[in-house]
């Protein structure tokens, strides 16, 4: 039972267009979703959040959108530039202190931004 | 600023072989976590760790255990290594409170053979 979808394995876009990257979860428990970004060969990087109070957090050219009633995130990238090429990892949690908030992570989408 | 440290960065075994994988952090997160990521798919929580002395399992624990000694050091050790087990390990850390995301370390990819 994937908890956290991402249904786009792969997106390629033009520089300097708009990436946008979705991610749907099930679980209703989930209030702080995230999103991690992972070159090859290194571990994921932290790259922005948003908490369940919040529609929408912005930090500089990415915004996270976070859709509760359809429980549907997204990440737009804007403009897209060629160091965006990586993988992009959707992850979720709920505030359970005993569980030690654990991240749960969709599959990723692979973003190549052409020159 | 080290952060979060794993060794070995390749490692291949046999089938029926034991290893450790290492971990350590040195940002003093009381929080630490062990993932497996498999090809086109996302990270699987094997084994977390909230504190030295406390651990609990994750979504995939069959095949591995853990210890949490100190802070700084959280190992996960294979005991009888399957061709399943061929992954990239990651080792993440997070501080006890808010709710920030976690640090990585830069992997450990395991073929079994």
């Known amino acids: 039972d994937q908890q956290v979808k991402q249904n786009s394995p792969s997106l390629s876009v033009q520089e300097g267009r708009i990436s946008i990257l979705n991610c749907d979860y099930t679980n209703s428990m989930f209030d702080y979703f995230l999103w991690y970004k992972k070159y090859p060969a290194e571990g994921p990087t932290f790259l922005i959040s948003?908490?369940?109070?919040?529609d929408k957090n912005e930090d500089g050219r990415f915004t996270v959108f976070l859709n509760k009633s359809a429980k549907h995130l997204s990440l737009h990238i804007v403009p897209s530039q060629p160091g965006d090429s990586a993988v992009y990892f959707c992850?979720?949690?709920?505030?359970?202190?005993?569980?030690?908030?654990?991240?749960?992570f969709g599959g990723g989408t692979r973003v190549l931004v052409k020159p | 600023n080290a952060g979060v440290t794993q060794t070995p960065k390749f490692r291949i075994l046999k089938i029926g072989q034991s290893m450790t994988l290492q971990c350590a952090q040195d940002?003093?997160?009381?929080?630490m976590y062990w993932y497996r990521q498999d090809p086109g798919m996302g990270l699987k929580l094997i084994y977390y760790s909230v504190g030295a002395g406390i651990t609990d399992k994750g979504e995939v624990p069959n095949g591995y255990n853990v210890s949490r000694s100190t802070t700084e050091d959280f190992p996960l050790r294979l005991e009888l290594a399957a061709p399943s087990q061929t992954s990239v390990y990651f080792c993440a850390s997070r501080p006890g409170q808010g709710r920030a995301g976690y640090t990585f370390g830069s992997g450990t990819r395991l073929t079994v053979v």
């Open positions: 948003i908490s369940s109070i919040k």
């Open positions: 940002m003093n997160h009381n929080y």
């Open positions: 992850a979720a949690s709920a505030m359970i202190k005993a569980a030690g908030n654990k991240l749960t």
